[in-house]
Structure formats: C-alpha cells, structure tokens
C-alpha cells in the first residue's frame, strides 16, 4: 500500500477503537513499528488531534471532539488549499459561503502554528479588481441551470443597447476572463450560441424548461462579447 493508504487506514482503526499501541497497528497493518511511528507523525503533521498516552495501558487514541477523517495534506498542501479557497473567493465564486465554511471547519483540526502560518500566506495571492458580490447571486443560478440542464430567464443590455431586453438561454457553462465572467449557451432569440457577461446581467432567473448540452461542449472554445 501506499503512504496515504497506511496513513488513512490508522485513522480508520484510532476512529473504530478507543486505544491502540503501536505494536497492535504495526500486527495489523503488517509493517514495522517504526512505520508505525513515520505514518503517526505524518497524520499528525497532516492536522489529525492524535494523543500518546505513557503506560503499561498506554497507547495511540483520538482527541474526543475529533468527528470526521481532515484532507491529509502537509504544511505546503494546507498553505497551497487555503490560497486556493481564498483565490476563489477574490473571483467572485458562486458558493463562496461553503467554501468559508470548509476552510473554517478545516482550520479547527490542524495545530495552532499551522493555523498561523497559514494566515499569513492567505492573502498573499489575490485577484485584481475582484468580481462584485452583487452577482454571486446570478452566478450561483448560471451555474445551476448549467449543471442541471435547466434554461434561464434574464433581461441583458449590451455595450451598444440603451435598454435592458428579456432573454432566455441554455447556460452551457461559465468562464471568468480578463476578470469578468460570462456565461455560454444557446440564445433563444437569436437563436444560435452566444456569450453574455454576468455583469451586464439583470433579473436572472431559472425556468423550469430542460435542455441538453451539445456533446463535447467547452465554453472556453467560444468568442466573448466585450
């Protein structure tokens, strides 16, 4: 097996078990004690609450308020995650409140040093002139009718038009470029593939009419309106 596998099969016992000794993971896994030891500091490094208690009774167990298996990652995977969500976030990502949620649940099981130190590269990478979190909302029901083969309705105002014009369209999927994003998908007006900036956007709502998006589609293959 491989490390991760080692690593996660440990986690799996310490969660089965109220206590367990080295010698008994090291039987069971088939491996030698001092793999039992490498795999323990790695789950440990990875954020997992593992107590050694001393003691003829001694042995490996998991803090009490320890629930659920964290990412095994190091201290670069957890920077690198973390810079990442935060990255997103800056972009106007339509499900920004879970990923907040997964970055703070994520945060309650790695040690205190690596919570600082994670703080201190989270804003070190960021996006210029972020996307308003006005159209969050609009990017979530894009993102929706996409993934769900649902059309949506919209009113949309192009550079060159002075009123707003209702508009139906299959969102095929987004794309943020030169920090805006679009929406590709079939225009029911003009009746072909278009792309639409979601800050042109207005009233966008989903519909309960279906379609299909065409085999091999990719959004990014297509030409944005500026």
Known sequence: MAKADYMMSILWILQARRSVTAQ????????STRSVYRYIDGLCASGVPIISDAGHHG??????????????LDVLGQRTLIQAVNFAL????????????IIHSYKQYIGPDQVELAKRHEKTLQVLAPSSSAWEVYLKCLEQGAAEGFSVQMRYRKHSDTEDVQRTIDPYGLVQWKSTW????????????????VDRMADVRLTECSFEIPENFAAADYSFSI
Not at 24 to 31: H, P, S
Not at 59 to 72: C, I, K, N, V
Not at 182 to 189: A, D, T
Request: charged content about 25%.
């Open 182 to 197: 679009y929406v590709v998908g079939y225009c029911h007006l003009r009746q072909d593939i278009r792309s639409f900036r």
């Open 90 to 101: 800056d972009t106007g990502f339509p499900h920004s409140e879970q990923l907040r949620k």
């Open 24 to 31: 008994e993971l090291a039987t069971e896994l088939e491996i």
């Open 59 to 72: 042995g490996y167990r998991l803090h009490e308020g320890f629930t659920s298996a964290p990412l095994l």
